[in-house]
């Protein structure tokens, strides 16, 4: 679990904004050569979606997610507190992914990164809205990831509806500039 910070240092877990922006590129590709993740996920989420904010905010939470992802998945997910930013970063990436108007959020996003750019874009949306249920539920979602695609298994499960991005592929360095333009759209 990596959290994207609005403000900050990027010290210690997690990136600031602007640092997340200047090195995604980088930070997927040190990732899969040191063995730290196959495939990278986000998590989008409303603002108004007070239950799944609380459950990234929650401590054992992040440590079961974390421990869940291991060396296979890097989960990154924006932290803030503003409104604009959670709706610009959740606008531009979900468009340029091709899938916003189709996508009901919350959603993760689950992608592989190969020769610097991201493929194998697939999209699942939670259900569940309460805490014990949408934290079951987040948990499950991301292990039926694990488990399937990563293991290349048959994956489609009845509960839990996955969708296929229409982008084939988007290169890290236009994701990168795509991360500018939403920063500087919510004034950072």
């Not at 603002?47 to 799944?52: G, N, P, S, T």
């Not at 014990?132 to 488990?147: M, P, Q, R, S």
């Not at 296929?164 to 990168?176: D, Q, R």
């Amino acid at each position: 679990m990596i959290p994207i910070f609005e403000q900050g240092q990027g010290k210690g877990i997690g990136h600031s904004l602007r640092s997340f922006h200047e090195r995604f590129d980088k930070i997927c590709s040190e990732h899969i050569h040191a063995g730290r993740a196959k495939a990278f996920a986000f998590i989008f989420y409303d603002f108004e979606d007070q239950h799944l904010r609380r459950l990234l905010k929650d401590q054992g939470v992040f440590v079961q997610l974390d421990r869940l992802a291991g060396d296979n998945l890097s989960i990154f997910f924006l932290h803030t507190r503003s409104r604009r930013s959670v709706e610009a970063f959740n606008q531009q990436f979900l468009s340029q992914l091709g899938i916003a108007e189709t996508v009901t959020l919350p959603a993760v996003v689950f992608f592989k990164v190969k020769e610097g750019e991201l493929t194998d874009i697939a999209v699942v949306e939670l259900d569940k809205s309460d805490l014990i249920h949408g934290f079951k539920e987040l948990y499950d979602v991301i292990e039926k990831y694990i488990a399937d695609e990563l293991a290349a298994v048959d994956h489609g499960p009845r509960a839990i509806r996955w969708l296929k991005s229409g982008a084939k592929f988007i290169s890290t360095e236009a994701f990168a500039a795509l991360l500018g333009r939403v920063f500087q759209a919510a004034g950072f």
